[in-house]
């Protein structure tokens, strides 16, 4: 079946860039999307790429996908404080109705 | 971007009981979806809902489950013998025709005793 495989945590220093790495199973994967959760909050659509794009970029946002690798990743730069929270990543094939399928999360851990 | 609500934000519930989560999502023509989140664990795909019929279940969506649009504004999924196991956030997310992203409303925090 399909999985998505995520590191649980990433402990960057204010400033720097975050990259929180992402790789999936199921080559039919037409979306991919990275969600952001904040304690006690739901699911926050942060961006998304479709599977015939390599890079996207969105003000402090950039998405790298490798579809032969099958490896996706969300890079933030200049990371502050309030990116502190879980980081999901999700993929799709894009039908009317399919469910999306998610990793485990990445705790992104901010030090002063 | 839909606006989705979710009510109630907390729920508890005594095991073998009947429990109804609700989304009231704020436009209209739109796929509906139930995912859960059992505590450290990831999402997980429940059912999608699409013209008032299930389009799409997991295996976790089993006979104990039931979603519904009966006045064809909110949206629910209904568990009709909780389990101890069943304790876990349920969100719903909604998604708009001719567009891929899913939205997701707050959740709702259900705690089965």
């Known amino acids: 079946g399909e999985d998505v495989e995520q590191s649980l945590f990433l402990s960057v220093r204010e400033g720097d860039s975050s990259v929180i790495n992402c790789t999936y199973t199921d080559s039919s994967s037409t979306y991919l999307y990275w969600y952001k959760q904040e304690p006690g909050a739901g699911l926050q659509l942060l961006t998304y790429?479709?599977?015939?794009?390599d890079m996207k970029q969105d003000q402090r946002l950039t998405v790298l996908l490798n579809k032969k690798d099958k490896h996706l990743s969300l890079r933030i730069a200049d990371t502050q404080t309030g990116d502190s929270a879980i980081y999901f990543c999700a993929e799709s094939r894009g039908g009317g109705a399919d469910g999306l399928t998610f990793g485990k999360g990445t705790h992104l851990i901010i030090q002063p | 971007e839909p606006e989705v609500t979710q009510t109630p934000s907390h729920q508890v519930t005594q095991m073998g009981q009947e429990v109804i989560l609700r989304c009231v999502p704020i436009s209209n023509h739109l796929y509906f979806y139930w995912y859960r989140q059992i505590l450290g664990q990831k999402v997980e795909f429940l059912v999608s809902?699409?013209?008032?019929?299930?389009?799409?279940k997991s295996e976790i969506f089993d006979d104990q489950f039931s979603v519904e649009r009966p006045d064809g504004s909110n949206f629910t999924l209904k568990i009709r013998s909780t389990k101890l196991e069943d304790s876990a956030m349920y969100f719903c997310?909604?998604?708009?025709?001719?567009?891929?992203?899913?939205?997701f409303g707050p959740g709702t925090r259900l705690t089965v005793l």
């Open positions: 790429i479709f599977s015939n794009m």
């Open positions: 997310a909604v998604r708009l025709l001719d567009y891929h992203e899913q939205f």
């Open positions: 809902f699409y013209n008032n019929e299930i389009s799409e």
